[in-house]
């Protein structure tokens, strides 16, 4: 646990204001569900809670299975971070934070496929070597919890049948959820 000199007072109601400076360092929003842990020294955690994140074995291998089926790389994403990636470098992609553009795609809840209209869509911040060709976000009670990608490269153009299989992993792992 790191310190961060900031000292909050619990309200009336059992309220705490997590400062601004930290929502916006940690990618914490309004509505954002946070799981409580307490640690054995007094000790009070609050982490973002992920529900495909609960899932994590099962993503992989379910990206796994994407990726081998297709003969292209694919990966699982909560809104925030790669859970789950197969067909290239784990170590470069996994746990890192999704980049803005798929955040925004999953925001708006539709399918992106990327063509010469939507330009290069980096998957992970910081960083254009991963592109996505498809994005299926998965939805679970009308929110989005997280997405389905495909990547590529100039070699491999994604077809309709990637399209599909996105969109349908999507759909299932937002079943999965209930």
């Known amino acids: 646990m790191k310190a961060t000199g900031i000292v909050r007072r619990i309200d009336d109601l059992g309220r705490v204001v997590i400062p601004k400076e930290i929502r916006r360092t940690m990618r914490i929003r309004e509505g954002n569900p946070l799981e409580i842990f307490t640690d054995n020294d007094g000790g009070v955690i609050f982490k973002k809670y992920s529900p ?3 899932l994590g074995e099962f993503a992989a291998q379910y990206a796994e299975s994407l990726s081998k089926t297709t ?3 694919a990966c699982i994403t909560d809104k925030d971070n790669v859970i789950a990636v197969s067909g290239t470098s784990k170590r470069e992609l996994s746990d890192r934070p999704v980049s803005s553009d798929i955040e925004r795609i999953m925001e708006n ?5 990327a ?9 992970i911040e910081g960083s254009d070597k991963y592109t996505a060709g498809v994005v299926a976000p998965i939805i679970f009670e009308g929110d989005s919890i997280g997405s389905v ?3 590529t490269d ?12 996105a969109e349908t992993a ?5 079943r999965t959820m209930e």
Do not use: H, Q, Y
């Open 154 to 165: 100039d070699d491999k153009k994604i077809t309709e049948v990637e399209t599909k299989l």
């Open 52 to 54: 495909i994140g609960e």
């Open 149 to 151: 990608i495909f990547l």
């Open 170 to 174: 999507a759909g299932f792992l937002g």
């Open 109 to 113: 809840k539709v399918m992106l496929l």
């Open 115 to 123: 063509d010469s209209s939507t330009g290069k869509i980096n998957v």
């Open 71 to 73: 003969g292209i790389p």
